[in-house]
């Protein structure tokens, strides 16, 4: 009986937490086209959260035209205010332009570039959304990319699939169905393979959510014979379980956990981010790169396939051998933890690190920078540090455009530590535009370390 009681107390503890989700299907649109699935994966999608493994509060939208959307992006926001976990999940057309996503309700009738700012939503709203509720655990999860339905006079600037998208605030998480600039695919069966990856993993107890989206993405990756590769970016600080907790010792007679699975790919990040960025139309180049750094990488025996068939096409023979047998998969990594406190131009900034990670994000932002976006939790500088070398994305703000990422790279110097990080900051137009390049550099100076 006692251990009964511990048992549900501990389920109490973790339903008591404050958490609250937004769930928006569209799929009968007017002007561009059903959609099969996008309706019933949210319908799916907001029964598994509101049910009492995860306990969600669902504000839910099925078909919604732009007021509609907007109305439950809003009570979205409130009520989300300070929970524990904040989650998005959208399922239904959506596109890019100019590098910057646009998700469309089923109200829409495009035919210029105009309508497009009226008559859509902007993702970095709803991320925007996400980052000012103060959750502590920011998700968001998008099933959007699928080909541009708009008219040619209206898809000037527009790319395939969408954009990436960073999570540029501490405690977000990012999950697109398919890597930036590539296709997902609706499915065939009642689910798209997105969805039915998340049905079937989201209520798993005892699974770490990255470990939980590695599964998703082998499952879509095998689902669609190796074409879509759902794409996740990061910024938490700790651990996350949607459904249960951290799962004890295996005992005699159960599934064997991820890692002790022979026959199972790594699971390391950076190669399911390296397998992600290869998209749909990689370079030779870029395929052996791959090779490279993960010869026994999740992707590695469809890149040796892709490099094989390059080369039968040449008229020459494959150079490349089957693939080695993989090793389990790592651990996760410790949670991040905040080391230290750092100045940045005035600006209070938190270094966390955990293993080679560094994450440099505001603690407390200078006067004046709330206007271009700024907030507490907003990422300055998330990558790796080996050999005293930092490398990785940096962020600059914008009222318009957001935060935008671009590549640094850099070293600390001195006692205490300067940190000097420098790349090439894009320049953007007023509709965020790409107007080319600048030199930019950003210093950290050491301040004191964590109490």
């Known amino acids: 009986m006692l251990l009964c009681l511990f048992w549900l107390a501990g389920a109490t503890a973790a339903l008591a937490d404050k958490r609250v989700a937004l769930v928006i299907g569209n799929g009968d649109y007017r002007t561009l086209g059903r959609l099969a699935n996008p309706v019933a994966d949210a319908d799916a999608m907001a029964t598994l959260l509101a049910g009492g493994t995860l306990g969600f509060k669902v504000i839910r939208a099925a078909d919604a035209d732009h007021a509609a959307m907007l109305k439950a992006m809003a009570e979205f926001g409130n009520e989300a205010t300070d929970a524990d976990i904040a989650l998005v999940f959208y399922a239904g057309h959506g596109m890019q332009v100019d590098q910057r996503n646009f998700l469309i309700p089923i109200s829409a009738d495009i035919k210029s570039r105009v309508d497009l700012a009226t008559q859509t939503i902007r993702l970095d709203d709803i991320s925007d959304i996400l980052s000012t509720s103060g959750a502590k655990a920011k998700i968001l999860l998008v099933d959007a990319c699928r080909n541009n339905p708009l008219p040619a006079s209206a898809s000037r600037g527009a790319s395939r699939g969408l954009a990436r998208l960073d999570a540029a605030s501490t405690g977000t998480l990012v999950a ?110 870029k395929l052996e790169a791959y090779l490279d750094n993960f010869p026994k990488g999740y992707c590695a025996t469809s890149v040796r396939r892709r490099l094989n068939a390059l080369a039968k096409s040449m008229g020459g023979q494959a150079p490349i051998a089957a693939s080695p047998p993989s090793e389990p998969a790592r651990s996760d990594p410790p949670p991040y933890a905040v080391s230290s406190y750092w100045d940045h131009n005035g600006s209070r900034v938190a270094l966390s690190a955990s293993e080679g990670n560094r994450l440099f994000y505001y603690e407390a932002p200078r006067s004046g920078l709330a206007e271009v976006g700024v907030r507490k939790g907003a990422l300055l500088f998330k990558g790796t540090a080996s050999g005293g070398v930092y490398r990785g994305q940096a962020y600059v703000f914008s009222r318009e455009c957001g935060p935008i990422s671009y590549r640094v790279e850099g070293s600390a110097a001195g006692e205490p530590p300067t940190i000097t990080l420098r790349g090439k900051a894009p320049r953007r137009a007023k509709d965020c535009a790409l107007t080319g390049w600048r030199d930019d550099m950003l210093v950290f100076r050491y301040d004191s370390a964590a109490r």
């Open 176 to 285: 697109f169905a398919t890597g930036p600039n590539a296709v997902a695919d609706d499915g065939d069966g009642a689910h798209s393979p997105f969805a039915t990856a998340l049905l079937k993993r989201l209520p798993e107890s005892g699974i770490e959510i990255r470990r939980m989206l590695a599964l998703v993405r082998q499952d879509v990756h095998a689902a669609t014979n190796q074409r879509q590769t759902p794409w996740v970016d990061e910024a938490l600080l700790g651990d996350l379980y949607l459904s249960g907790s951290a799962t004890p010792a295996t005992s005699p007679g159960t599934a064997l956990p991820l890692a002790a699975m022979p026959a199972s790919p790594s699971l390391d990040k950076a190669d399911m981010a390296a397998c992600s960025d290869l998209g749909t139309d990689p370079t030779p180049i």
